[in-house]
T-cell receptor
Framework: NAGVTQTPKFQVLKTGQSMTLQCAQD?????MSWYRQDPGMGLRLIHY???????DQGEVPNGYNVSRSTTEDFPLRLLSAAPSQTSVYFC?????????????FGSGTRLTVV | AQKVTQAQTEISVVEKEDVTLDCVYE???????LFWYKQPPSGELVFLIR??????QNEISGRYSWNFQKSTSSFNFTITASQVVDSAVYFC?????????FGAGTTVTVRA
């Protein structure tokens, strides 16, 4: 059982380049989300999805796009990278059933934009 | 809107001391979930505890204990007899439905 898999673990981009951070889960969780972690600010929600074909914006969505074509995958796209997007990115999946809650996080992607 | 405040930015203790991490939250919802996560230097997020808004029972798990007080909107976390391996960033988080809101985190350094 792999849980939540994020790739790549590290990435360096030049300003203006585009790239996709991959996130896959094998737990059949309904909900998936992307967070960024910056020093002193905790984790902030970028985008989330409550199921295949459904996505919505979180707290800091600007500069990022997402799609959810399958239950398993939730990629995060940076269309034109900026130095302000230098951060650690975490993908999470979660379930909600009978009043119980569980979140599983990926191991993170450390992105540097130069 | 919901908000989580961890007023302590950094805490430094000597091994075997107890350390308490404060967490205060704001939400208008009656049903919500509270979490604590640990982030060691390796960077992954380690789940510690989950508590729902209807369960104010305090919990002890080994050297960890949690004090949930709905009246003061607080969910504090205590590490008893701290060890060097407890050095990490600790995050408190609040979930309403499927969105987690995190506090800024408290960096705990345990010195030998």
């Amino acid at each position: 059982n792999a849980g939540v898999t994020q790739t790549p673990k590290f990435q360096v981009l030049k300003t203006g380049q585009s790239m996709t951070l991959q996130c896959a889960q094998d737990m059949n969780h309904e909900y998936m989300s992307w967070y960024r972690q910056d020093p002193g600010m905790g984790l902030r929600l970028i985008h989330y999805s409550v199921g295949a074909g459904i996505t919505d914006q979180g707290e800091v969505p600007n500069g990022y796009n997402v799609s959810r074509s399958t239950t398993e995958d939730f990629p995060l796209r940076l269309l034109s990278a900026a130095p302000s997007q230098t951060s650690v990115y975490f993908c999470a999946s979660s379930y909600k059933g009978q009043g119980n809650y569980g979140y599983t996080f990926g191991s993170g992607t450390r992105l540097t934009v130069v | 809107a919901q908000k989580v405040t961890q007023a302590q930015t950094e805490i430094s203790v000597v091994e075997k001391e107890d350390v308490t991490l404060d967490c205060v939250y704001e939400t208008r919802d009656t049903t919500y979930y509270l979490f604590w996560y640990k982030q060691p230097p390796s960077g992954e997020l380690v789940f510690l505890i989950r508590r729902n808004s209807f369960d104010e029972q305090n919990e002890i798990s080994g050297r960890y204990s949690w004090n949930f007080q709905k009246s003061t909107s607080s969910f504090n976390f205590t590490i008893t007899a701290s060890q060097v391996v407890d050095s990490a960033v600790y995050f408190c988080a609040l979930a309403n439905d499927y969105k987690l809101s995190f506090g800024a985190g408290t960096t705990v350094t345990v010195r030998a």
